[in-house]
């Protein structure tokens, strides 16, 4: 897997969108989570009690109907009728007697509509207020009537009744039958007749007068088939009264409450079942007044975050400023700076650890930068030193091996090629001394070479042979001097020592990129591989190649040296590499 190279800045940016910002986002979205949670507990809780205190107002209601329509036992002329009215149908001098009675029981509350009193014969004893009309037994819903004889003398509200044309007065055009089994007291409190009561239905509206009931949300109050008996906002969920809501919306919730969408908006649900009447008291609150009330909780929220966001990112930039940009600037710096080639360091202002490891720094540039100029000192004293040394090698061996070639020569009778000899050894000894410069021309180095080849050949007449393959362009280009006579000083006496005669010396010399090669190859014996080893880098009986060696890598660097390829009993192939001179 690919390691991931990040800045101290970008790294610093993870650090605080995960330490930071994600862990703040999440801490404000929990907290306006549990500020909805509370609101809306808070809310479950007010409507539960609001919908208890409806419902028992609901009660409270039917219980003042029941108080009212119990005064038709303190009138004994009423009773004596509706006894009347068990056995036979009543007379009409009968109900013209009773009715002065009838009509003054019902006229202390506007909202009652009509009042009858239904004999079990089937007569009526009837008033209303102008507008409704009468009522007979035939005309009571059968549901109703059973619903009535079931509560055994307690009052009961049947569905409600909508009228097409408006009334005059009250102005709702909607009311609901009250109805109540009478029963005889004197015979056995056996069923005498029905009270119904004709209620319109803007009475039910001081049920939440008292109740604090939120006005963003709708109130129903339905039987137990689902008919919408009295709302209020009920518009705002697409009802009407009269109207039978579905289950799936006006179901009794599993929990306190249920979460339902109506109309493309979502609404809480809240339920109270309305004691022995069997009625459903609900609640519809819409989602949005939820949010709404707690706008105000989450525009605090988002000030604390946007505040301590500004916060954090404030602390960002001092800590870029102080810490990341002063640690950039000292990485780039470090990276700059070239020991070999010291260069000032431009100042940094920071006072204080950072500044201290910058300051640390800059005398430990300057420290090195010394130690790397004395360095640089001694290695060119240490490679003057190695030339001297291949010069000191050179000069009194190579001199005592000629002089006693010469001394051969004279005694064996070949005296006419001491001039030419001597001639030569003058050239290497005028070249030897001159101490003005250490490098000279590949072309000088030639002459100075093969005055050197020549005496050996003195020495050993048939053993070897040396071709020269110099091109011209290459002959003014500068090398060290005596950069050749140890190699070809190993190929004649170590790669030669088994031979009496056929060597052949090969010295190539050309240019590659700015750079001087020179290779001499032989068909001597070869070399082993320790032996290649031991000639570049110990000190052996090949000291000239190693003094060479040491004193070019000293001298221009470990990518210049000497290089052996050898295979024993074929030959040797020396490559000598230099940079390129004029």
Not at 54 to 63: E, G, P
Not at 91 to 98: C, G, L, M, P
Not at 506 to 514: A, C, P, V, W, Y
Not at 518 to 533: A, C, L, W
Request: aromatic share 12%.
């Amino acid at each position: 897997m690919k390691k991931l190279n990040l800045s101290l800045r970008k790294q610093l940016v993870i650090i605080f969108i995960f330490a930071a910002f994600i862990p703040m986002t999440f801490a404000a979205a929990l907290l306006y989570k549990s500020q909805y949670t509370r609101t809306l507990e808070k809310e479950l809780s007010t409507q539960s009690q609001i919908l208890k205190l409806a419902a028992s107002n609901i009660l409270q209601k039917v219980s003042y109907f029941n108080r009212l329509t119990a005064s038709v036992y303190y009138n004994d002329e009423i009773l004596r009728c509706l006894e009347n009215g068990v056995t036979r149908p009543l007379t009409w001098q009968e109900k013209q007697q009773v009715q002065p009675a009838v009509d003054s029981m019902m006229r202390t509350d506007e909202m009652i509509l009509s009042f009858s009193l239904l004999t079990v014969s089937g007569d009526t004893l009837f008033w209303n207020d102008g507008y409704s009309g009468v009522l007979s037994s035939n005309m009571i819903e059968p549901d109703f009537l059973k619903k009535i004889y079931e509560y055994n003398g307690q009052g009961v509200l049947s569905d409600p009744i909508t009228y097409t044309k408006r009334r005059r007065y009250p102005s709702s055009s909607t009311s609901i039958y009250y109805g109540r089994l009478l029963r005889s007291v004197e015979r056995s409190f056996r069923p005498i007749g029905l009270l119904i009561m004709e209620i319109d239905i803007s009475t039910f509206e001081d049920i939440i007068t008292s109740t604090g009931f939120n006005t963003d949300a709708a109130l129903l109050l339905t039987t137990q088939n689902g008919t919408l008996v009295w709302g209020y906002q009920e518009e705002l969920i697409n009802f009407q009264i009269g109207d039978v809501i579905p289950k799936e919306i006006a179901g009794r919730p599993e929990n306190k409450f249920s979460a339902l969408r109506i109309g493309g908006s979502d609404y809480y649900c809240f339920y109270s079942e309305v004691g022995t009447l069997e009625y459903g008291c609900y609640s519809f609150l819409p989602a949005s007044a939820i949010q709404e009330s707690v706008q105000s909780v989450s525009l605090f929220i988002f000030l604390i975050f946007m505040v301590n966001f500004v916060c954090l990112v404030l602390v960002f930039m001092m800590f870029t400023w102080k810490i990341i940009t002063p640690v950039r600037a000292l990485s780039v710096i470090m990276k700059d700076q070239d020991f070999m080639h010291y260069h000032p360091v431009p100042p940094l202002t920071a006072h204080n650890e950072i500044g201290n490891l910058f300051y640390a720094f800059h005398e430990m540039s300057q420290r090195t930068f010394t130690l790397v100029e004395q360095l640089k000192e001694l290695s060119k004293k240490e490679a003057s030193q190695q030339l001297a040394l291949l010069h000191a090698q050179l000069n009194p061996h190579f001199l005592y091996n000629t002089l006693d070639a010469i001394s051969w020569m004279s005694q064996n009778g070949h005296s006419e090629k001491i001039p030419d000899t001597v001639s030569a050894l003058s050239n290497i000894l005028r070249y030897s001394i001159i101490r003005n410069t250490d490098f000279v021309t590949i072309s000088d180095e030639l002459f100075w070479l093969k005055n050197y080849v020549y005496i050996q050949k003195i020495r050993f007449p048939d053993l070897f042979t040396v071709d020269y393959n110099v091109p011209q362009e290459a002959r003014n280009c500068k090398i060290p001097r005596f950069i050749l006579q140890p190699f070809i000083e190993n190929s004649i006496l170590h790669g030669f020592s088994e031979k009496s005669s056929g060597g052949r010396i090969i010295l190539k010399i050309f240019l590659r990129e700015k750079r001087i090669f020179i290779t001499v190859t032989d068909n001597g014996k070869g070399m082993s591989k320790s032996s290649i080893y031991s000639a570049l880098y110990r000190e052996t009986n090949h000291i000239g190649i190693y003094n060479t060696n040491e004193y070019i890598r000293k001298k221009f660097g470990s990518s210049f040296g000497v290089y052996i390829e050898s295979k024993q009993n074929q030959g040797t192939t020396v490559t000598v590499c230099l940079p390129f001179q004029k």
